[in-house]
T-cell receptor
Framework: GAGVSQSPSNKVTEKGKDVELRCDPI?????LYWYRQSLGQGLEFLIY????????KSGLPSDRFSAERTGGSVSTLTIQRTQQEDSAVYLC?????????????FGPGTRLTVL | AQSVTQPDIHITVSEGASLELRCNYS??????LFWYVQSPGQGLQLLLK??????LVQGIKGFEAEFKRSQSSFNLRKPSVHWSDAAEYFC????????????FGTGTKLQVIP
């Protein structure tokens, strides 16, 4: 079946502009995660959605970052007033149930470059 | 809070040689442990995971990992490396209670030379 998809695959923007990154999880997966991958920094947790529960936003680095998940499926990560330090690969992952033993299924990522 | 340390940022091995990538974790209870691989331009893919039972776990592509509670380690091994194994490898620890809070290490980049 279809895996996790993300769009766009690449995004180049100017400092100060807003960007929206999209994630389509695997159908039926209740949990969805956003991560940021910067060079040499590993994966930085940003936000987590599980079913209809309130999202865990504890990893969002500033109030310029927000995310929503509509209808328990597609998610959009929005970065307002982008800064050069926001340049990174943004990864989305979904899991069947959000349990500790679940495998995370990752999308290919969106590479964001802020000029 | 849990944490993961991958002490080797970059490793180079010859094709056919054995490989061991190190991973140390910190977590108060029995952890869920994962190894993921990220090939160039690809998303992360699960290699193997441990959450109970036999401490030696077999994964895809001929990889295995051993959970050692006494050493808080979960090292990844492969007896004979292939050129296609060149990639970045991430160790991760997940919590065993509540929802899945997963913490990833900073990764080890593997280079394979002919």
């Amino acid at each position: 079946g279809a895996g996790v998809s993300q769009s766009p695959s690449n995004k180049v923007t100017e400092k100060g502009k807003d960007v929206e990154l999209r994630c389509d999880p695997i159908s039926g997966h209740t949990a969805l995660y956003w991560y940021r991958q910067s060079l040499g920094q590993g994966l930085e947790f940003l936000i987590y959605f599980q079913g209809n529960s309130a999202p865990d936003k504890s990893g969002l680095p500033s109030d310029r970052f927000s995310a929503e998940r509509t209808g328990g499926s597609v998610s959009t990560l929005t970065i307002q007033r982008t800064q050069q330090e926001d340049s990174a690969v943004y990864l989305c992952a979904s899991t069947p149930n959000g349990r500790g033993s679940d495998t995370q299924y990752f999308g290919p990522g969106t590479r964001l470059t802020v000029l | 809070a849990q944490s993961v340390t991958q002490p080797d940022i970059h490793i180079t091995v010859s094709e056919g040689a054995s490989l061991e990538l190190r991973c140390n974790y910190s977590y108060g209870a029995t952890p869920y442990l994962f190894w993921y691989v990220q090939s160039p331009g690809q998303g992360l893919q699960l290699l193997l995971k441990y959450f109970s039972g036999d401490t030696l776990v077999q994964g895809i592509k001929g990889f295995e990992a051993e959970f050692k509670r006494s050493q808080s380690s979960f090292n990844l091994r492969k007896p004979s490396v292939h050129w296609s194994d060149a990639a970045e490898y991430f160790c991760a620890v997940g919590t065993s209670g509540g929802y899945q809070k997963v913490t990833f290490g900073t990764g080890t980049k593997l280079q394979v030379i002919p």
